[in-house]
T-cell receptor, first 115, second 115 residues
Framework: AQKITQTQPGMFVQEKEAVTLDCTYDTSDQSYGLFWYKQPSSGEMIFLIYQGSYDEQNATEGRYSLNFQKARKSANLVISASQLGDSAMYFCAMRERDYGQNFVFGPGTRLSVLP | DTEVTQTPKHLVMGMTNKKSLKCEQHMGHRAMYWYKQKAKKPPELMFVYSYEKLSINESVPSRFSPECPNSSLLNLHLHALQPEDSALYLC??????????????FGSGTRLTVV
């Protein structure tokens, strides 16, 4: 069964607007971590933001925020004030405590920022 | 600059060649990972080294041979590869090998083409 679902293969957003990238996950663990990574065409996986399953507040890192809805098992990434440099693949990922060494990625969403 | 350094950045090799990919980190992380990523797909786990010992081998063909000479270095030896092995090979490291839910730091990857 797929553990991470990203239903948007591709997204477009106008420069300076906000965009939400969807992510839902499946786990029976109580302790887990959720991550978003950005991968530009150069290939490097760039860490953006982290949300722990016990964190009560939604994570924020600069222009990135994570809309964490635990009951719905969703962890959507919100990018505010999009920039042309935000165009990239975005991967949602999960690490479960009981499967500590495996880091599961979703299929990714390709974001294109339009001038 | 990424704190995980991978060399070379690009590699073209014939099916009869022997080559090695190298990965280095100086963050004191005790777990290191090799991932394979095909175009437009998420990364797939190949190997995990925990405290310099191989702890996970995701049924990778024997033509891929990992090596961890010390806690800072991780190699991937390649021999008799097939054209379908062409991919981006990503190295990652994490502070906590099997406990906790911390994230990974990725390198920029090696783009491998097998001809």
């Amino acid at each position: 069964a797929q553990k991470i679902t990203q239903t948007q293969p591709g997204m477009f957003v106008q420069e300076k607007e906000a965009v939400t990238l969807d992510c839902t996950y499946d786990t029976s663990d109580q302790s887990y971590g959720l991550f978003w990574y950005k991968q530009p065409s150069s290939g490097e996986m760039i860490f953006l933001i982290y949300q722990g399953s016990y964190d009560e507040q939604n994570a924020t890192e600069g222009r990135y925020s994570l809309n964490f809805q635990k009951a719905r098992k969703s962890a959507n990434l919100v990018i505010s004030a999009s920039q042309l440099g935000d165009s990239a693949m975005y991967f949602c990922a999960m690490r479960e405590r009981d499967y500590g060494q495996n880091f599961v990625f979703g299929p990714g969403t390709r974001l294109s920022v339009l001038p | 600059d990424t704190e995980v350094t991978q060399t070379p950045k690009h590699l073209v090799m014939g099916m009869t060649n022997k080559k090695s990919l190298k990965c280095e980190q100086h963050m004191g992380h005790r777990a290191m990972y090799w991932y394979k990523q095909k175009a437009k797909k998420p990364p797939e786990l190949m190997f995990v080294y925990s405290y310099e010992k191989l702890s996970i081998n995701e049924s990778v063909p024997s033509r891929f041979s990992p090596e961890c000479p010390n806690s800072s270095l991780l190699n991937l030896h390649l021999h008799a590869l097939q054209p379908e092995d062409s991919a981006l090979y990503l190295c990652a490291s994490s502070q906590d090998p099997g406990t906790g839910v911390g994230g990974y730091t990725f390198g920029s990857g090696t783009r491998l083409t097998v001809v």
